[in-house]
């Protein structure tokens, strides 16, 4: 016996081997009162090495072939996945605001530039001294 086959069952334990044996009733593969059997012998078991041979000759998951599962945690996995889209998101925004800044101080500096140094320059025209 190994020692997975040692360890105690749960209630859960029990009801999913009982609900295998309906599923195996219901396609035919066990009689009425082999049904009646199994589910009392199921209703008794206290580990998991009582509970393999009663779905042993039936398809599908078998109760003694490898380690418990520890029950998922969809919330947490929720909770990650929104908080790294959160942090992504806010970095894009950083990079676009960033990227916008810099672009128009660009624009800015060019405007002003063009002020200063390019922009075409009024002649201060003198009038002729006899106009006066």
């Known amino acids: 016996m190994t020692r997975h086959e040692s360890l105690r069952a749960s209630d859960a334990d029990r009801e999913a ?4 044996l309906r599923k195996a009733a219901a396609e035919g593969r066990l009689e009425p ?3 009646e059997e199994r589910v009392e012998d199921a209703l008794r078991a206290r ?3 009582e509970l393999a041979p009663l779905v ?3 398809p599908g998951p078998s109760v003694a072939r490898g380690r ?3 029950p998922a945690r969809p919330v947490a996995t929720l909770a990650l996945t929104t908080a790294a889209a959160i942090v ?3 970095a894009i925004a950083i990079v676009v605001l960033v990227a916008v800044a810099l672009t128009a101080a660009w624009w800015i500096g060019c405007v002003l530039f063009w002020l200063v140094c390019c922009r075409p320059r009024r002649l201060h025209r003198t009038r002729p001294a006899g106009l006066i």
């Open 68 to 70: 418990p599962r520890s």
């Open 33 to 35: 009162e082999e049904l």
């Open 88 to 90: 992504a998101l806010a």
């Open 47 to 49: 580990t998991y090495g």
């Open 17 to 20: 081997v009982i609900e295998q």
């Open 56 to 58: 042993a000759d039936l």
